[in-house]
């Protein structure tokens, strides 16, 4: 029998939510340190159906909504500062001596931010969709399709977001890439008439307006991405890669940023093999060492 719980901690007087699954009575053999999902701007802890049946039979799966705050209270800090800082309050109040985590997206850089400042608290850390450095491109699309949808132009801000998220080069195969399309337009239709979660897109530009830096030890880390993400390019996530000691690369040749929606199959084989060092192969994916060198 699967109990779920949701629990609330605040940082410096900002709420974060929090969500926990587990099974009523696991067998002692089979409990593992919990898992903790983190997942984009827009990903809440409703998400992560395609987990449950991969984390559960192991340990618990924890999941997060990260704070839908008006930008102004970042202001006066760094806003991955006090993300991590959140994670830390759940981790501290979930009572686990350590915790396994994954980040995507923009949960990639608040993983990797706190297990670089709290190394003891992480068996393990899976990486995906690591974003890149914000360029003044980037900030500017997002600015437009925020204003799009604090103008009510529903239709305009879930064009931008979708087209802006995805690889939309037709000489490069992409799997699913129609579907997922037209996926990311309803999903980003009906967020716009969210004014929370539109605020969570404000809230972004300044989060993640300083670069993300690597550099981590003695924590088995694992980052994979789309081949064809250009949010943060292949070449550019080996060299990421590279800075993490011991860590491997894996590349979805057929996948963008998005390839959680494209293969969720490849992101639940990962979490089992990896994650939770079940003996499986890495997907489909093609597995690198950070210098490049397949392996």
């Known amino acids: 029998m699967i109990e779920e719980y ?10 974060y939510n929090y969500r926990v699954l ?12 919990p898992v903790v999902a983190l ?30 705050l008006d930008p102004a209270a970042f202001r006066n800090g760094d806003g991955l500062d006090l993300l991590c800082e959140g ?20 949960g990639a850089a608040v993983a990797l931010q706190y297990t670089q400042g709290h190394t003891e608290r992480v068996a393990r850390l899976l990486l995906g969709g690591v974003p890149g450095d914000v360029t003044d ?20 801000f879930a064009a931008l977001m979708a087209d802006g998220l995805l690889c939309l080069d037709e000489s490069h195969h992409v799997h699913r890439r129609a579907l997922t399309r037209g996926y990311l337009r309803r999903f980003m239709r009906n967020a ?30 694992l980052v994979f991405s789309g081949g064809h993400d250009h949010l ?8 990421f890669a590279a800075t993490i000691e011991g860590s491997r690369f894996v590349s979805f040749p057929d996948c963008d940023h998005m390839l959680p929606l494209q293969r969720p199959e490849a992101v639940t084989s990962l979490v089992a093999s990896f994650l939770l060092e079940e003996a499986a192969a890495h997907a489909s994916g093609r597995a690198e060492s950070p210098a490049g060198r397949c392996s």
């Open 6 to 15: 949701v629990r609330t901690v605040t940082a410096h007087g900002v709420p």
């Open 22 to 33: 587990r099974q009523s009575d696991p067998a002692p053999e089979t409990r593992a340190e």
């Open 39 to 68: 997942g984009g701007v827009l990903e809440g802890m409703h998400d992560w159906a395609y987990l449950e049946d991969t984390v559960l039979p192991r340990t618990s799966l924890v999941t997060v909504d990260l704070p839908g």
């Open 87 to 106: 994670i830390e309050a759940i981790v501290e109040d979930l009572g686990a001596p350590r915790v396994r985590l994954y980040g995507y997206s923009l």
């Open 137 to 156: 491109e980037i900030e500017s699309h997002l600015r437009t399709a925020v204003g799009c949808a604090r103008a009510g132009d529903a239709e305009g």
């Open 192 to 221: 716009a008439h969210v004014p929370r979660k539109v605020d969570l897109l404000a809230t972004a530009l300044i989060t993640r307006r300083r670069p993300l830096h690597g550099g981590l030890s003695g924590v088995p880390t």
């Open 232 to 239: 943060n390019p292949r070449e550019e996530l080996l060299a």
